[in-house]
């Protein structure tokens, strides 16, 4: 059997302790008027707090874009995001500490916990039509070889995924 000795010192520290575990039990005591019993996770500093609208062009191919058009809120514990394209989901992937995930449709967001505001980045998939030139006509040579003698244009639709970072501005 251990014997426990107390001094001061020791005694003092260990009442400290003690407080400091109630009041982060407690919500900390920051003011929070909820009467929640459980610490609420800090997304980011007050002053991102807001509504925000950012409206980037997406490139897809040879010097067209797409329009990536939305707004998002910055909670002191979420962030809500709504876009042009659709409607949009908390993505479960988000891990604990890492970036909050959102699927819109065609497009995903990766809200940096700390700074959504300026560090928030997108993955888009686009669609594009390239012109690619087809045999419209074939011959025989001579010697048996088949060889084209007219040409046609089609349209080969591909899908490319696009990735950037926002650049929001505060909504008024």
Same mark, same amino acid.
């Not at 995001?81 to 909050?100: D, F, H, K």
């Not at 030139?133 to 003698?149: I, K, M, N, W």
């Given at each position: 059997?251990?014997? /426990?000795?107390?001094?001061? $010192?020791? *005694? ?17 005591? =920051? ?9 609420? $996770? &800090? *997304? ?7 509504? @925000? ?13 797409? $329009? ?10 979420? /962030?809500?995001?709504? %876009? ?5 989901? @908390?993505?479960?992937?988000? %891990?604990? =500490?890492? $970036? ?5 449709? #065609? ?12 560090? %928030? ?5 686009? &669609?594009?039509? #390239? ?8 011959? !025989?040579?001579?010697?048996?070889? !088949?060889?084209? /003698?007219?040409?046609?244009?089609? @349209? /080969?639709? &591909?899908?490319?995924?696009? %990735?950037?970072? *926002?650049?929001? &501005?505060?909504?008024?």
């Amino acid at each position: 059997m251990r014997s /426990v000795t107390s001094d001061a $010192p020791s *005694l003092s520290r260990g009442w400290l302790c003690l407080a400091a575990l109630i009041a982060g039990a407690c919500g900390g005591g =920051g003011g929070s008027s909820s009467g929640s019993t459980t610490a609420q $996770p &800090r *997304l980011a500093t007050v002053g991102a707090l807001g509504s @925000y609208v950012f409206a980037e062009r997406v490139p897809t191919y040879r010097g067209e874009s797409v $329009p990536l058009e939305g707004e998002f809120t910055v909670l002191t514990d979420s /962030v809500t995001v709504r %876009t042009n394209i659709s409607s949009c989901l @908390y993505n479960l992937i988000s %891990t604990r =500490g890492g $970036p909050l995930h959102y699927d819109c449709g #065609e497009v995903s967001f990766a809200f940096d916990r700390f700074d959504p505001v300026h560090r %928030t980045t997108y993955r888009m998939k686009v &669609r594009y039509s #390239e012109a690619t030139q087809v045999c419209a006509q074939y011959t !025989q040579d001579a010697a048996g070889r !088949q060889r084209c /003698v007219s040409y046609r244009t089609e @349209y /080969v639709d &591909r899908e490319v995924i696009r %990735t950037g970072r *926002l650049n929001p &501005r505060r909504s008024s």
